[in-house]
Each structure stands twice: as structure tokens, then as C-alpha cells.
């Protein structure tokens, strides 16, 4: 906890005198501990820092194996550095055995940064350390090239899963249905729920999100109330993007009264508002003007409590 405050607020100095009296005290410093370190590093920019790190990981009694080599990399990628993610792996590979998650990390990073073609390779060198590619991997390359609006690639790639016994999971189908909702393309967005329900897929949180997001897109504000009701009933529980999500579409077609009842809703989900949950209700009111002076200092304050509380 100490370790991530200070990180933070980049107190590295006292980071490291503070892990040294860890190391004395005996065993309190963990790859958790040494994680946090590396992060906070790389948040900063400190590439090299982080990398050096990792290496002098055993001095803090944390070994260094493929966990903690893939926490180096999973950190590096997270902070938009795959480079240095993959330059890391390039010169650690020899000394530390890499496993599919090694080279899953490194696949998902370059799809994220929407290096498409770095992907690929780094598919090709897992098949040559003997390690089949699944369903993770394909997710991120499909993420990709949802990423680069090129759907034809990504059903493509969604076909070519069967083909090597892959079935795809909920994540996959999630990540292919809202950025087609992003793009308006609704109808094969709605093809896809269709191809995740014949496939006999279950449905969690964040597809259901994605759901509701479409059909707020659409402007079919009942169909998203409805499919609210219905996550609820399958006991899927919804979170603080399935209400910010709800209350934007509300207010994009003047629903103020709806918004506001999700807003109040949240404590029985125990969902706390964030500034997205208020932030579209803001906008509406000084749209239309028909605010009460009361409402808008009372959102406004709890905006501000939010603020307080980051």
C-alpha cells in the first residue's frame, strides 16, 4: 500500500529506502511489492529503471522466473512501452523460459498499440517455441484490427478460430459487437449477439454493457431497459459502466427524469457515481435550461465529492 502511495507521487528515494528496511526485516517484499515498482517506473517513462528492476529482483528475495519476468512485460505493455517490452524479452528469454503467457502479453500489446504485423510475427515465434496459439491470442489479434475499423480482417480471424479448435469466449464476441457499435454499424453488430447466442456463449458484465451501449446507439432506449431488467434476473450483476452507460443514453434523448432514477438506483447495486454518471445529466440540464438552481448545485457537489475522493 505505502509502496503505490509513494509510487504515485514519485517518491522513488523513499521507495527504495523503504523496501530496503522490508528486506531486513525478512521477507516481507513480494513480486506484488516489486510489480508496483516496476509500474510505477514505467508510468513515468523510466523504461530502463523498470527493466533494471526486474534483474536485480532476486536481491529482494522475489525470484526471478517466468511469473515475474511476465509481470516486467505485462507492466511494459500496460504503460504503452511494448518496445521496451519486447526488447526486454528479446534479452531475458535465454536466461528466463518463456511461456505462452509471455508471448500472449507481448501479442496483446502490439494489437492494443495497433501493430498489427508485429502481432503476427510474434505469433509465428510462439508456434516456433512450441506453443499453441488460443483463444487469448486471437482476442487480441481480433482487438486489433477492431481497433484499425478492418472487419473484414477481424471476422476472418473469428472464422479461422474454428478451424483450429478455438472456440471463441464472451470477451471476443464483446470486443467485435462494440466497436461495431462505435462505428453505427448496428445491424452486424446485433449479427454478432445473434452468432454468440447459437454458439451457446453465456453472456457477462461487460457484453451485456456492450449491449445496452448499442442499443442506446440506436436509440432503442426501451430495448436497453429491457436488457438492464433481464441482466439483473440472470443474476449478472451490473456495474458502474452499465448505469454511466444507461444514464448517457437517457440524456442523449432528453430522458432526464430515467437518468436521474438510474442515478438513485446505483446504492441498491452498490455502485458508486463517478464523474462519467453525472457529467451527461450536467450537460442536459444547461442544454435545455430548465435546471432548478437546487438540482444543479447538488450535482455539481457531487462531482466535486467524487473529485475529493480520486
Not at 516489486?34 to 517506473?41: D, G, H, P, Q, W
Not at 512485460?73 to 535465454?94: G, I, M, N, P
Not at 448517457?248 to 446505483?266: G, R, W
Not at 446504492?267 to 435550461?289: A, G, M, N, R
Request: hydrophobic letters at 40%; charged letters at 25%; one cysteine or more.
Amino acid at each position: 500500500m505505502m509502496v503505490d502511495i509513494l509510487g504515485k507521487s514519485k517518491q522513488f528515494d523513499v521507495i527504495w529506502s523503504l523496501i530496503n528496511e522490508m528486506v531486513c526485516l525478512g521477507g516481507l517484499v513480494s513480486l506484488t511489492t516489486m510489480t508496483k515498482v516496476m509500474r510505477r517506473l514505467a508510468g513515468v517513462g523510466r523504461w530502463g529503471d523498470a527493466i533494471k528492476t526486474f534483474k536485480s529482483i532476486e536481491s529482494f528475495g522475489v525470484r526471478k522466473d517466468t511469473i515475474a519476468m511476465n509481470a516486467l512485460l505485462d507492466t511494459l505493455c500496460k504503460e504503452k512501452s511494448v518496445k521496451h517490452a519486447r526488447d526486454a524479452f528479446l534479452e531475458l528469454r535465454d536466461e528466463v523460459q518463456p511461456n505462452a503467457s509471455s508471448f500472449n502479453i507481448l501479442i496483446h500489446g502490439w494489437s492494443k498499440a495497433r501493430k498489427i504485423e508485429e502481432a503476427i510475427r510474434m505469433i509465428e515465434e510462439m508456434r516456433e517455441f512450441s506453443y499453441t496459439p488460443c483463444v487469448i491470442t486471437f482476442t487480441s489479434l481480433i482487438e486489433g484490427y477492431c481497433l484499425e475499423k478492418n472487419f473484414r480482417m477481424a471476422s476472418a480471424i473469428l472464422n479461422e478460430m474454428s478451424g483450429h479448435g478455438c472456440q471463441p469466449n464472451v470477451v471476443t464476441y464483446t470486443i467485435i459487437m462494440h466497436s461495431l457499435a462505435k462505428t453505427k454499424e448496428i445491424q452486424e453488430a446485433l449479427l454478432v449477439f445473434e452468432m454468440m447466442k447459437d454458439d451457446g456463449c453465456a453472456p457477462d458484465t461487460s457484453f451485456y454493457n456492450s449491449l445496452i451501449f448499442l442499443m442506446g446507439k440506436s436509440g432503442k432506449l426501451r430495448d436497453a431497459h429491457h436488457i438492464f431488467e433481464q441482466m439483473c434476473k440472470n443474476g449478472i450483476l451490473p456495474d458502474v459502466t452499465t448505469f454511466n452507460t444507461l444514464i448517457s443514453a437517457s440524456c442523449d434523448y432528453s430522458e432526464a427524469e430515467n437518468a436521474l432514477k438510474l442515478v438513485f438506483s446505483m446504492q441498491e447495486f452498490d455502485c458508486k457515481p463517478e464523474i462519467k454518471t453525472y457529467t451527461p445529466l450536467l450537460k442536459l440540464c444547461c442544454k435545455w435550461k430548465w435546471i432548478s438552481y437546487d438540482l444543479a448545485f447538488d450535482l455539481g457537489f457531487r462531482c466535486l465529492l467524487v473529485l475529493l475522493n480520486t
